[in-house]
């Protein structure tokens, strides 16, 4: 099944190779029917298309290769009930429970230890794996790109579509290769790396693409730091993203209670090891990063395009992709042109997400804060990724370091990544964020979000002000 | 879901001639119910509402005439980029409106779109603008009209310019088909498909999950 006008043995990309692999028919016009190898559920959606499936007198096709999860509208005040704050959120969670028990899905309840954000769990279990289709009704399903899975956001009758047939239909994508070259500087975080990719190719840039991140800087990453890069590519529009196997992500993974075990896990290697893109393979598109030259970023606006290095300043419109836009979202932001981005005062600060809510996010922050304090007028939280996140910063002490510096230290799932919980922060509110996207009201009405990484979230959390965290011992008061 | 047939939008096409509009304006997370109708009231809430007392926003473009009985918006590009929510499709129905042209869509929206019914038209940037710019100036005897059987959108001036839209989606909005029903009729493709990844990738196969086991 090469693709058209070309050989079978011409070198490929490894998107190329997890692609063909999936195709079953071919549908015109560029369209595939894809065979999903995985389907992950949360309560925002899933019990929607559950429920109506039921309605049609249609069954889960493949009840073994789905697992549902509740993180989306969940409360995460520690010692939660299982009440729910949202509101129309109880009925959510309830159509999950119901679906997941009415066709035979294994659900990781609240009380469950598997429990968590979907796309931090589905790697810690093993339910992502290399050259796999994954389907999530979620945009940051492209987060499993990080394992090498190849996985799709979708929207709710796309679930339903996928549930029932284990398929879905998909436009063949074009492939973009972004390299990044050089080794980045000290306290560079995946997140920063992302955010200047984002700011470099725009909010819409990678439109009708999937990317392949690599270069010696990916290779260098941790399984942990790939997911965030992956995890942030929808925010230039990609349809996904992915991360060539290796060594690291196979050890990440063995622990998984759902990866396969004993002989099956050494041919699922043999397998692996043979993914990666091969030497001379072409891509649609490619770009080369040069990392030497980036430190530490942080989003002035209202897009995650709108993103400054930390000793940058606020720009004019003028010069920006869209003007209009940009006016608008300095209004929003309470922002005059010019103005340095360091320096500006915060009101809270906010460590998790489905893209910083990782143990290696948590360590990251928690080195900053230890033996430090949040400055008095600063509303602190850590998320946990998930319950096991949770159990294992708790057991290398990382939540004491947390609730020493005047972090809240919650119960894991989405929170505050989008008012959800129930809870936001307050109108007009300058708040630092680890997490995915700093759109108008995200983060509650006329809340103004600032992305950036856990080690500078922490760090301005402590100054009370947006600081680079190389430079706070020159910030501390 | 099945949506119903559709094969042409005219009427009045309101601009909202701005990039990166994302689902979280289009419909905020608080408004998303599981019921999927009713949504209009909260499209755009953030833009379309003033706070406290809530009131219409009278220099929002939907709040404004003739765009209050808009069928068609005009966006600017990566529209309904963001979060997966299709409740944002199910809010732009019920207000009323039936297709969107844009530069270029985000990738979940798109799909939403053609399961619900609205028609994603793809033109480029400078015909975008134009046409943003002339829907500004419009009153309510101006329509274009976006036509499904022809892949074609006749612009305010009478100009006709042809849209890609592939052939299966086009159908499935012409004849308001299920995609579930579409593909189940393929079934001995995919039970074809399943035994032999079975065999060729063991490990991958859901058969082989076995569920249960807690994390250490």
Known sequence: ?477 | MTANPIARVAGVAAPLLRDNIDTDLIIPSRAIRMNKQGLGASLFAAWRYNAQPRRENPEFVLNRKPYRHATILVGGSNFGCGSFREAAVWALRDFGIRGIIAESFGNIFYTNCITNGLIPVTLERSIVHRLAVEAEGADRQQSICIDLESCTVRLFDGVVVPFNLPSLYRTMLLRGLDMIDVVLERDAEIVAYERRSCTERPWSAASRLTKRRLVR
């Open chain 1, 1 to 477: 099944m090469a693709k058209s006008g070309r050989v079978a043995d011409a070198p490929r990309t490894l998107i190329e190779k997890t692609w063909q692999r999936h195709i079953i028919s071919e549908l015109g016009d560029g369209l595939c029917l894809v065979y999903i190898d995985r389907i992950l559920l949360h309560e925002r959606g899933g019990g929607l298309a559950l429920a109506a499936l039921s309605r049609a007198g249609r069954r889960v096709r493949n009840p073994n290769g789905v697992f549902a999860t509740l993180d989306h509208v969940v409360d995460t005040h520690r010692g939660r009930t299982g009440a729910d704050l949202v509101p129309g959120g109880p009925e959510f969670v309830e159509a999950l429970r119901a679906g997941s028990a009415a066709h035979g899905i294994e659900l990781f309840d609240l009380a469950d230890e598997r429990q968590g954000i979907v796309h931090v769990i589905s790697p810690e279990q093993g339910i992502a794996l290399p050259g796999t289709t994954i389907a999530c009704n979620d945009s940051h399903t492209c987060t499993l790109g990080g394992v090498s899975a190849l996985a799709w956001g979708i929207g709710t009758s796309d679930l339903e579509h996928v549930l029932a047939t284990q398929t879905l239909v998909i436009r063949r994508p074009d492939t973009m290769l972004i390299r990044f070259d050089g080794t980045a500087g000290d306290g560079v975080a995946a997140k920063d790396i992302v955010l200047h990719a984002i700011k470099m190719i725009g909010a819409s840039g990678a439109s009708g693409y999937v990317v392949e991140f690599a270069g010696a800087l990916v290779q260098e990453m941790s399984v942990e730091e790939r997911l965030t890069l992956c995890n942030m590519s929808v925010e230039f529009a990609a349809s996904s993203a992915i991360v060539a196997p290796d060594e690291k992500t196979f050890r990440y993974l063995a622990t998984g209670p759902f990866a396969p075990k004993g002989d099956l896990w050494e041919r699922a290697l043999d397998d692996w090891r043979c993914l990666g893109s091969d030497a001379d393979a072409a891509f649609d598109q490619a770009i080369t990063i040069d990392c030497r030259s980036i430190r530490a970023q942080v989003t002035w606006g209202t897009s995650p395009e709108d993103t400054l290095p930390i000793d940058g300043h606020v720009p004019d419109p003028a010069q920006c992709r869209d003007p209009a836009r940009a006016r608008r979202a300095l209004v929003y932001m309470g922002l005059l042109p010019g103005t340095p981005i360091s320096g500006l005062p915060i009101d809270a600060a906010f460590v998790g997400s489905c893209t910083n809510g990782r143990l290696d996010d948590l360590r990251a922050a928690a080195q900053v804060l230890k033996g430090r304090r949040v400055a008095p007028s600063v509303r602190a939280l850590c998320v946990p990724g998930s319950a096991r996140v949770k159990r294992l910063a708790e057991s290398e002490g990382l939540d004491k370091i947390f609730t020493d510096a005047g972090f809240e230290w919650r119960e894991s799932g989405c929170s505050l990544c989008f008012h959800a919980g129930g809870e936001s922060f307050m109108p007009t509110h300058r708040v630092i964020t680890t997490t995915n996207r700093n759109f108008e009201n995200r983060q509650g009405k006329l809340v103004r979000s600032h992305l950036a990484s856990p080690q500078t979230v922490a760090a301005t959390a402590v100054a009370g002000h947006i600081v680079d965290a190389q430079m706070l011992e020159d910030a501390a008061p």
